[in-house]
C-alpha cells in the first residue's frame, strides 16, 4: 500500500531552527494521525485528525504543531525541538468509522535534531 | 498495565521455516480489533492482518495468519516458509471500538515490537 506518502524522508535540524513534515494520502480516508517513533519505545500517537478537527493531543508538547487544511493533508509543524525529540515521525490515516478501520501508514520522516 | 505485551524482543529464524511471533492483550472491551504491522529497516509500517473480536475464524493473507485465542487473550502471529524479505519488526496493536468514546478517541496501541531475523 503506497497510498500515504510523507516528505521530507530526512530532516537534520537545529534546535533554533522551524521546519514542517507533510503527509499527504490518496486512498479517500478522512482521519489522519501523526506518530512518534523513538529507538526502543512503543509507537507514540501524538496528534488525531477526523475530518480535519483534532480529536486527540497526546500530550504533546507545544513545539509541535500540527495542522490539518483538509482530509488529504496533514502537517506537523516543528520549532525550537530538542535533541530527545529526534525519532521517525509517521503519519497514518484511515476511514472514520467506530468499527476496526486499519489505519496505513507513510514512510516515515527521520528526524534528528542537532 | 500493558496493554499489548510482545514477550520475544528478538528471534532468529532459519528460511523457509515457519515462525510464531507472540502477543497477547488487555482490554474490558468486548469489541476490539487486533492488527499486525511489518516494519522493515526503511522505517515503513506495513499493514499486514486484521482480526476482529467478534470474528468466528483466525484471520488469513497469504503466508501469514492470525492464531486468535480470545480467551486466553492471545493473538499471535504465524507466517509460514518464512521468506529473507521477513526480516523486519513485527508489532501487534488493538483498537478498542470503546461505544461513544471511539468516535472521538480512535486509538491503537502498539506492543514494542519484535525483531525478526531469517537465516539463510
Known amino acids: 500500500e503506497t497510498g500515504v506518502t510523507q516528505t521530507p524522508r530526512h530532516l537534520v535540524m537545529g534546535m533554533t531552527n522551524k521546519k514542517s513534515l507533510k503527509c499527504e494520502q490518496h486512498?479517500?480516508?478522512?482521519?489522519m494521525y501523526w506518530y512518534k517513533q523513538s529507538a526502543k519505545k512503543p509507537l507514540e500517537l501524538m496528534f488525531v485528525?477526523?475530518?480535519?478537527?483534532?480529536?486527540e493531543n497526546n500530550s504533546v508538547p507545544s513545539r509541535f504543531s500540527p495542522e490539518c487544511p483538509n482530509s488529504s493533508h496533514l502537517f506537523l509543524h516543528l520549532h525550537t525541538l530538542q535533541p530527545e525529540d529526534s525519532a521517525l515521525y509517521l503519519c497514518?490515516?484511515?476511514?472514520?468509522?467506530?468499527?476496526?478501520?486499519?489505519?496505513?501508514f507513510g514512510p516515515g520522516t527521520r528526524l534528528l535534531v542537532l | 498495565a500493558q496493554k499489548i505485551t510482545q514477550t520475544q524482543p528478538g528471534m532468529f529464524v532459519q528460511e523457509k521455516e515457519a515462525v510464531t511471533l507472540d502477543c497477547t492483550y488487555d482490554?474490558?472491551?468486548?469489541?476490539?480489533?487486533l492488527f499486525w504491522y511489518k516494519q522493515p529497516s526503511s522505517g515503513e509500517m506495513i499493514f499486514l492482518i486484521y482480526?476482529?473480536?467478534?470474528?468466528?475464524q483466525n484471520a488469513t493473507e497469504g503466508r501469514y495468519s492470525l492464531n486468535f485465542q480470545k480467551a486466553r487473550k492471545s493473538a499471535n502471529l504465524v507466517i509460514s516458509a518464512s521468506q529473507l524479505g521477513d526480516s523486519a519488526m513485527y508489532f501487534c496493536?488493538?483498537?478498542?471500538?470503546?461505544?461513544?468514546?471511539?468516535?472521538?478517541?480512535?486509538?491503537?496501541?502498539f506492543g514494542k515490537g519484535t525483531r525478526l531475523h531469517i537465516l539463510p
Open positions: 482480526q476482529g473480536s467478534y470474528d468466528q
Open positions: 482490554t474490558s472491551d468486548p469489541s476490539y480489533g
Open positions: 485528525y477526523n475530518f480535519k478537527e483534532q480529536t
Open positions: 496493536a488493538m483498537r478498542e471500538a470503546g461505544g461513544e468514546r471511539a468516535l472521538r478517541d480512535d486509538k491503537i496501541i
Open positions: 486512498l479517500g480516508h478522512n482521519a
Open positions: 497514518a490515516s484511515s476511514t472514520w468509522t467506530s468499527g476496526m478501520a486499519t489505519q496505513y
